[in-house]
């Protein structure tokens, strides 16, 4: 029985424990080890690379690719052009390679639709020419006492869920791979409201907009009544959810609670975007404490529960729109937060919402309720055990307890170290590039500066 993957088929009975060590595992495969693949292709081609992915195939957040929903960040931002503006990978190419650079450039737009971008990171998962493992997920990681003789210092024991050809059966089998280096990049999870994870909710109708187009659309297709919608959040995934549903003809109201008295425009001006340049990770790395946590709250508007300006005065045109035509359709609960809520036997939720300034609750039925409520990095969550602390280091090298962990290295939940961009696209480029040399500088067995008071622990 094997296992197809885009790039090679892999015979799943293989045991993993008894092959030659590779010399780096990526846990996951989105943007980050996607860049980094690239990196290692055209810095280190010599190296022996294994990604592993729980996918069955490559995706990129794919409940959430609206219609019209742009990138926040400019194509020239991609996985390659900052580190290497003549990479085969970069956007421009792979307009080129689809045949659309001059219509593309005739949009005169910086800023291309995530639906693209996301084919744009599919394209590249077709032609990186490291080994990819999809649909096995990694379960732990041990670290070794002694490097083996032939310098594996790792052993990643991950679950392969195996299928045969016609799709019909499924079964999972335990693999085990030896590495000399491992670098994890999970990714975002996202992170639920604590009253939306009570065991009375309905999660058919109580979502996070990560499911926004699945779920949505299971609805209808099943005939549910959508005649009333909330949408919990007040940033730009919040505004876009609105305006999916606003512009559904099968939905009635849409009905927005957020804590801010308005939505806040998100902060594009060239001088604060320069908070996610490459240089600014060192800028920040450097910084006493207090000042990196001052910076984080001065910045926040760049990234986080903010909104596009364009969209913004959309949502307030339709709005206004209903006011005049007297057919309100779309109602914006401004300083307001959700305390709790309660499927009924028909399916619907009640949900209590309180003003924030009057402090009047009221309990009102909706139909569908989705929080867009933000992520969490993974970090490390869920590979490691114990009450180990562990914290990363500028180089995104790993220590546990203090003690660096030679070869092991982490991508996300850096934020309070490296800066906003941590789990943005912004420094993927310049980020691969440089993890490569961390890499290249572990297997030539050169030694790590491990500045402790910078470590930052994961939660």
């Not at 060239?270 to 060192?282: G, T």
């Not at 009221?362 to 490691?384: K, M, P, Q, W, Y």
Request: overall charge negative.
């Amino acid at each position: 029985m094997t296992i197809i993957t885009r790039q090679t088929q892999i015979n799943a009975e293989r045991d993993f424990q008894g092959d030659a060590v590779r010399d780096i595992v990526g846990i996951g495969l989105g943007p980050g080890n996607l860049g980094l693949a690239v990196a290692i292709e055209e810095q280190a081609p010599e190296l022996d690379v294994l990604f592993l992915e729980a996918n069955s195939e490559f995706q990129w957040h794919p409940g959430m690719l609206l219609k019209g929903s742009n990138m926040q960040i400019s194509f020239l931002k991609d996985l390659v052009t900052v580190r290497n503006p003549q990479s085969r990978f970069s956007f421009l190419n792979y307009l080129h390679h689809k045949g659309r650079l001059v219509d593309f450039i005739n949009r005169q737009t910086f800023t291309p639709e995530r639906v693209e971008f996301a084919d744009y990171l599919r394209w590249i998962a077709d032609r990186i020419v490291a080994e990819t493992l999809y649909s096995t997920s990694v379960t732990s990681i041990d670290a070794l006492v002694e490097p083996d003789d032939d310098g594996a210092r790792f052993i990643v024991h991950a679950q392969q869920k195996l299928q045969d050809y016609a799709g019909e059966k499924c079964q999972r089998q335990e693999v085990s791979i030896r590495c000399k280096n491992v670098v994890v990049a999970r990714g975002l999870e996202s992170k639920m409201p604590a009253w939306a994870e009570h065991d009375d909710i309905d999660t058919e109708r109580v979502f996070h907009n990560i499911d926004l187009i699945p779920r949505s659309r299971q609805l209808l297709k099943s005939g549910w009544d959508l005649r009333r919608v909330l949408v919990v959040g007040g940033g730009q995934s919040a505004a876009e959810t609105i305006r999916y549903f606003h512009d559904c003809p099968h939905v009635g109201t849409v009905t927005a609670s957020f804590n801010s008295y308005g939505f806040i425009p998100a902060d594009d001006s060239p001088f604060a975007n320069r908070v996610f340049d490459p240089a600014a990770v060192d800028d920040f790395f450097e910084a006493p404490e207090d000042v990196r946590s001052d910076l984080l709250i001065r910045h926040r508007y760049t990234n986080y529960a903010c909104v596009e300006s364009e969209l913004l005065e959309e949502l307030h045109e339709r709005q206004y729109r209903e006011s005049v035509t007297g057919r309100k359709r779309l109602d914006l609960r401004r300083a307001t937060e959700v305390l709790g809520a309660r499927s009924r036997t028909d399916g619907s939720v009640d949900v209590e919402i309180r003003h924030r300034i009057t402090g009047e609750v009221v309990t009102e039925n909706f139909d569908v309720v989705v929080c867009a409520t933000g992520f969490r990095s993974r970090g490390l969550n869920g590979i490691h055990s114990g009450s180990d602390e562990f914290s990363v280091t500028r180089d995104y090298g790993v220590t546990r307890n203090g003690q660096r962990v030679p070869g092991l290295f982490v991508q996300g939940n850096t934020e309070s170290t490296h800066g906003l961009g941590s789990t943005l696209l912004s420094n993927i480029a310049t980020r691969s590039g440089e993890l490569v040399d961390a890499l290249t500088k572990e297997l030539r067995g050169e030694n790590h500066h491990v500045d402790r008071h910078h470590d930052q622990v994961f939660p």
